[in-house]
């Protein structure tokens, strides 16, 4: 994916775009564990004011920001889909974007109607037209690959996400009587999980996983048809539930079939990588995998037992699943971006990738987010791990916040000290 001869400086948007997007999600992530801390074990009641709210700031603070980055670089990297003035556009998403995160966080806590319909305006407005100029440039394509096909759709699903959403907050708001908030709650949340986050993460998939690790290529049921086949499933579970309410349970069935199934056949690529070397990106995209099954599993096994337990580790498993794949991604991204720019700006002196965050550096992230997961685990059953987990959430967190910090004064120090390459040509 990230091969030099196919991306230009001119095509890439500015470092500070990605790293800006990477910093808020950060920042939303130790708010994350200071939320756990406070609301302890109210978080795993799904039905709880806390819950929700502990898992907007990770959906939409935490996973929304850092996607938003990664399309922001990928878009021109993977579909050749080019975004003028990135700046202008980034400014006009993640400013309003982060006041609406936090306005409809109060908004949950306070059941305020005007904070929802000030989260709404905000989210909404931000989210929607950077969703759609997306869309439309990949649509616009020649030529699609299968991971812009595949974003194509985990976009379209992000539209559906957000329009639900603005149902919902208009219900709690009381402008409209809701009497489909239920059914369509149901629907916003699978949208978000599957539809966007899980597609989203897929979509990329099929080209990083095949690049950054050398495996084989996914086989063209999966990578020409699988993000089809999920979209298809949600909107089918959608426009069924308006006549049958109870066709989710069915539709998450199918959902959570494709997911093992993707997840299994991902794991084994990674088995086949022709590079011998094991870094803590591997590892993070293992332990993402193998969650995202543990989370199926147990929605597969929730259809013959109502065990709230079961439901509270496949949201658990599921959160994980898409942690670690973003983690995967950051501890590439930010030091090839640092590399790159530099690189392409002509400092011969730039720092090379394992000097802006050392393989050793990540693998200690992966040491504290995996004691993360334990502790959460446990937290379940034994109510005081839920401190020690708040703590470690917040050390995950703040440890990623450091290595941008520290990867943008690199930047910053090399163009100020840095040494350029110069052409001197002679008289022939």
Not at 60 to 77: H, Y
Not at 158 to 186: D, H, N, P, R, W
Not at 274 to 300: E, H, N, Y
Not at 410 to 426: A, D, P, R, S
Request: proline fraction near 4%; include cysteine.
């Amino acid at each position: 994916m990230f091969n030099q001869s196919g991306l230009s400086l001119d095509q890439a948007p500015p470092i500070s775009v990605v790293l800006r997007f990477f910093f808020s999600g950060t920042l939303f992530g130790i708010l994350a564990g200071v939320l756990v801390l406070f609301y302890q074990n109210r978080i795993f009641d799904a039905n709880s004011t806390e819950a929700v709210i502990v898992t907007h700031t990770l959906t939409l603070g935490v996973m929304l920001s850092f996607m938003l980055a990664a399309l922001f670089q990928m878009l021109p990297v993977i579909a050749g889909v080019t975004l003028p003035s990135p700046v202008k556009k980034a400014n006009l998403v993640q400013y309003p974007f982060i006041a609406g995160v936090i306005t409809l966080l109060f908004a949950f806590k306070l059941s305020t109607p005007w904070l929802f319909i000030l989260s709404s305006l905000l989210l909404g407005g931000s989210i929607l037209p950077i969703t759609v100029i997306m869309l439309k440039n990949l649509f616009a394509l020649p030529n699609h690959s299968s991971s812009s096909k595949g974003m194509s759709t985990a976009l379209v699903s992000l539209g559906f996400v957000v329009l639900l959403a603005l149902y919902m907050t208009a219900a709690q708001a009381g402008i409209i009587s809701g009497e489909y908030y239920t059914l369509l709650k149901q629907a916003h949340f699978s949208f978000g999980l599957f539809g966007w986050v899980a597609l989203l993460i897929i979509s990329i998939s099929f080209q990083v996983i095949e690049m950054f690790y050398v495996t084989p290529a996914y086989p063209k049921f999966v990578s020409g048809y699988l993000p089809f086949k999920l979209l298809g499933l949600l909107l089918l579970g959608l426009i069924i539930s308006f006549l049958i309410p109870t066709v989710w349970a069915v539709i998450d069935v199918f959902i959570a079939l494709v997911l093992i199934g993707y997840a299994s056949i991902t794991l084994k690529r990674l088995t086949q990588r022709k590079r011998p070397l094991t870094d803590a990106t591997v590892w993070f995209w293992r332990l993402g995998l193998s969650s995202l099954i543990l989370s199926m599993l147990c929605i597969l096994v929730t259809l013959f037992t109502e065990q709230e337990t079961l439901k509270q580790l496949s949201y658990l498993f599921f959160a994980t699943f898409a942690l670690s794949i973003v983690f995967a991604m950051f501890y590439k991204i930010v030091p090839f971006l640092t590399w790159f720019h530099l690189n392409a700006q002509g400092y011969f002196t730039a720092p090379m990738m394992h000097e802006v965050i050392h393989p050793k550096t990540a693998m200690k992230h992966l040491y504290i987010h995996l004691t993360t997961l334990v502790t959460f685990l446990l937290s379940l059953f034994i109510t005081p791990f839920i401190f020690l987990a708040g703590i470690l959430m917040i050390l995950s967190f703040g440890w990623m916040t450091w290595q941008i910090v520290h990867a943008w004064k690199l930047y910053k120090h090399t163009q100020e000290t840095g040494e350029k390459f110069t052409m001197n040509i002679g008289n022939s």
